[in-house]
Nanobody, 124 residues
C-alpha cells in the first residue's frame, strides 16, 4: 500500500484545513484501519485520530476531539481529516498510516504503511 498525504498549508488560528490521504496498491478497503499522526519540531510523533476500515469505530486525541473529524471513502481509496478551529499548537507535519489489525491503535508500531507527511502551520 502506498499512501499520499496532501492538503497541508498555512492557516490562521481559528481557520480550517482538510487533509487527504490517497491509497494505492493493495485494495484500500481490504480492512485497513487508518490513522493520522503528527510530529512537531523537536517532539515525538503523536496520535491524532484513527478510523476502522468500516468507519464504525473512531478514536481521537483528546485535544482535537470536537475540532477534528476523521472520515474515509473506500470507493475513492481516501481517508480525510477535517480540522476546524485550528490552534498554533496544531502546527506539525501530519502523517497518515494504514494498519491491518482488528482494532484502531494510538501507537505507531502497529501501523504497516506510512505516507510522506504534509505540513500544517497555524499562525497566531
Amino acid at each position: 500500500v502506498q499512501l499520499q498525504a496532501s492538503g497541508g498549508g498555512l492557516v490562521q488560528a481559528g481557520g480550517s484545513l482538510r487533509l487527504s490521504c490517497a491509497a494505492s496498491g493493495r485494495t484500500f478497503s481490504s480492512r485497513y484501519n487508518m490513522g493520522w499522526f503528527r510530529q512537531a519540531p523537536g517532539k515525538e510523533r503523536e496520535f491524532v485520530a484513527a478510523i476502522t476500515w468500516s468507519g464504525g469505530n473512531i478514536d481521537y486525541l483528546v485535544s482535537v476531539k470536537g475540532r477534528f473529524t476523521i472520515s474515509r471513502d473506500n470507493a475513492k481509496n481516501t481517508v480525510y481529516l477535517q480540522m476546524n478551529s485550528l490552534k498554533p499548537e496544531d502546527t506539525a507535519v501530519y502523517y497518515c498510516a494504514a494498519d491491518s489489525s482488528i482494532v484502531v491503535h494510538r501507537t505507531t508500531r502497529p501501523y504497516d504503511y506510512w505516507g510522506q507527511g504534509t505540513l500544517v502551520t497555524v499562525s497566531s
